[in-house]
């Protein structure tokens, strides 16, 4: 069974742009659209009901069309929800326009199914939370104070500006569809470059739209990495991942790798230092989800196989604490502290050698072998151990070490400029 978590954006026409969720197992939306082009016009049953099979439509909109109310969760929002007086409550018989729907507005990501399963667990709550709001609900803008607040209490914002009681200008911030979209996937660990520390300051749709492309390249890898490590497809895996791929972003060696890489992709082996200087000015997570494909995909051809199956081991340094730090699957993605690797087991030996982030461990010894048998030294000197791993740790690290020469290094390095973390 596959699992599919789709990011749908309803363009600006004749109403205001709108962002949400769809759910899908087994097949894809495109692989959907061939089968009937309007599938998704079906009504699915309530998240909360026992007939409910781990499908639908998932939205964040106010209770009424307005910048600031109470916000609900609505369900089967392919359609556009509309209060009935009537009846007493949200109806579904607006369509959204067939483009809302286009290949062009959404963006696909196929994920695990711990992944989705946690994914409708969080909507769940959010729609239990919000089930009974309607219309009648008095706009109270007072949890406009904090994110924190808006989140808590799933109060709707989209307006940058507000004005207090002393006619004052306030920046409140920004809880709006596009948010609650940003914040669902960020639960279950998709890496969607512009949240937390990248988050824009006033969310738009077009920012989120604008992403799409990015944001499928980098899980498109990521899954690859999952496809062969199955502790990869818990939230928990998934989290480590992310978290390891951007301590990399300002790592010294990943920057030596990619300017390596340019030099041999543009076949310009004597960059001046200004060109260098753009291009680490160019350097953020894009680049290092490229180069951890790069290296990944090296893998997978000396394998010989396709379908490669392991584990990862996560290996970066921690700026903060000035410590080497390694994240494996058999301690729950904890951070050990690593002060040495023993290079007698030839994955270990092979990453110090070739400067890898990463070790990965076969689970077939006869593959483990092909991959390594260049770095399968047997008995090992300490002293060889040492110098090894210290030479690895400070390029890890940043720090210029001549204690150890290795072609790979020197590769790396030959421009003679000094490598450091910026």
Not at 11 to 28: V, Y
Not at 120 to 127: A, C, Q, R
Not at 214 to 241: E, R, T, W
Request: proline content about 4%.
């Amino acid at each position: 069974m596959r699992y599919y978590a789709t990011i749908y954006i309803h363009p600006m026409d004749w109403n205001i742009p709108h962002a949400f969720l769809g759910l899908t197992k087994d097949k894809s939306p495109d692989e959907l659209d061939k089968i009937d082009f309007q599938w998704y016009k079906q009504i699915y049953p309530s998240i909360l009901d026992n007939d409910f099979k781990d499908e639908g439509f998932f939205g964040f909109a106010p209770v009424e069309s307005t910048p600031s109310h109470w916000g609900k969760v609505y369900e089967n929002n392919q359609h556009i929800p509309k209060w009935d007086n009537n009846f007493q409550q949200y109806t579904y018989t607006d369509e959204r326009p067939p483009s809302t729907f286009w290949q062009q507005n959404r963006c696909v990501l196929e994920i695990s199914q711990e992944q989705y399963e946690t994914l409708l667990d969080f909507i769940k709550k959010d729609v239990e939370k919000t089930i009974k709001r309607t219309s009648s609900l008095k706009q109270n803008d007072s949890y406009l104070k904090n994110i924190e607040t808006l989140k808590e209490n799933l109060y709707y914002n989209s307006t940058p500006i507000n004005i207090n009681t002393s006619g004052e200008k306030i920046l409140p911030p920004i809880h709006n569809c596009v948010t609650w979209v940003i914040q669902k996937l960020s639960d279950i660990e998709i890496e969607l470059v512009n949240i937390d520390e990248w988050n824009p300051d006033f969310p738009m749709v077009d920012d989120l739209k604008e992403n799409f492309d990015l944001i499928k390249s980098l899980h498109s890898i990521f899954l690859k990495f999952q496809n062969i490590d199955d502790n990869l497809q818990s939230v928990k895996g998934a989290k480590a991942f992310k978290n390891w791929a951007r301590m990399l972003i300002n790592n010294s060696l990943m920057q030596e790798i990619y300017l390596d890489e340019y030099k041999k992709q543009y076949n310009s082996e004597n960059l001046s230092p200004e060109q260098e200087e753009v291009l680490y000015a160019l350097w953020n997570i894009t680049r290092v989800y490229k180069i951890l494909d790069i290296l990944l995909s090296r893998l997978i051809t000396k394998s010989g196989t396709k379908n490669l199956k392991g584990t990862f081991e996560l290996i970066y340094f921690d700026r903060k604490d000035k410590q080497i730090k390694l994240l494996k699957a058999d301690n729950d993605y904890e951070a050990i502290i690593i002060q040495d690797l023993d290079l007698s087991k030839k994955y270990n030996n092979f990453s110090v050698s070739k400067f890898y982030p990463f070790i990965f461990i076969p689970k077939d010894e006869m593959l483990s072998r092909t991959l390594y048998h260049k770095y399968d030294y047997g008995n090992i000197s300490q002293e060889y151990q040492k110098d090894r791993n210290e030479f690895y740790f400070n390029v890890l690290a940043g720090e210029k070490s001549d204690k150890y020469w290795s072609s790979s290094y020197h590769k790396m390095t030959k421009s003679l400029r000094k490598v450091y973390v910026s």
